[in-house]
């Protein structure tokens, strides 16, 4: 399928412009895990090669939010396990209308194949509304989801401040998403990461539907 996916795609370039990446993703405050240090014999109790713990314990906080070559979308704070009930609320109340202000009709709405997503009650929802326009999507294919690396950099800054609970965790997110939301700098990223999309697809469809370097 991952194969498929990259031969249909592979030639697209103003196509994956209208495109609305979407996922969630669950941000843990915690930086007690192993890391490899380089240190000098006898200076293992350093605290110059010392991990530490941070005071604030271990919070963590579940998210969806939605990106395209045209900006970023709504960050939605997941109370809770996702249940295809909150998904489509999601959807119905953020998603949909968002997607639909900022690219119209042209639009192509991605979420990959979760079983939240694949739920009947979420796929009655989409198939009720005409005005979503849903893209297939291979069952393994976060390395075509750019909203991936999006996370990436949204953790890495949180990881940098200090919180006492989930929902200074949560304002931390939000705040560090919207950051990046009105950063020209990174929104060029997000551009250019888009337009390697066609690239990423034909290197896999090359590599026989395996992973490739992204």
Known sequence: MRKAFAE????????????????????CMSNDSRK????PIGQRFNTKYVQQVRRSGRYSVSVWGWISAQGMGSLVR????????????ILRDVCSPEVVAVMGDRHVLMHDRSPIHTARAVQQWLNS?????????PSKGA?????????????RRVNLVDVSSPDDLWAAVLQ????????????????????S??????????NDGNWCRW
């Not at 950063?183 to 997000?190: G, H, L, N, P, V």
């Open 8 to 27: 249909a795609h592979k030639d697209w370039s103003d196509e994956w412009f209208w495109v609305a990446f979407t996922d969630e993703s669950s941000i």
């Open 143 to 155: 390395d075509f989801n750019i909203i991936e690396h999006v996370w990436a950099e949204v953790k």
């Open 78 to 89: 997941v109370q809770g396990r996702l249940t295809a009930g909150q998904y489509i609320r």
């Open 36 to 39: 490899l240090v380089r240190r």
């Open 197 to 206: 999309l066609p690239r990423r697809c034909d290197a896999v469809f090359h």
């Open 176 to 195: 560090t998403w919207n950051n990046l939301a009105s950063d020209a700098e990174f929104q060029q990223t997000i551009s250019r990461m888009v337009l």
């Open 129 to 137: 509304n005409a005005q979503v326009n849903m893209m297939d999507w």
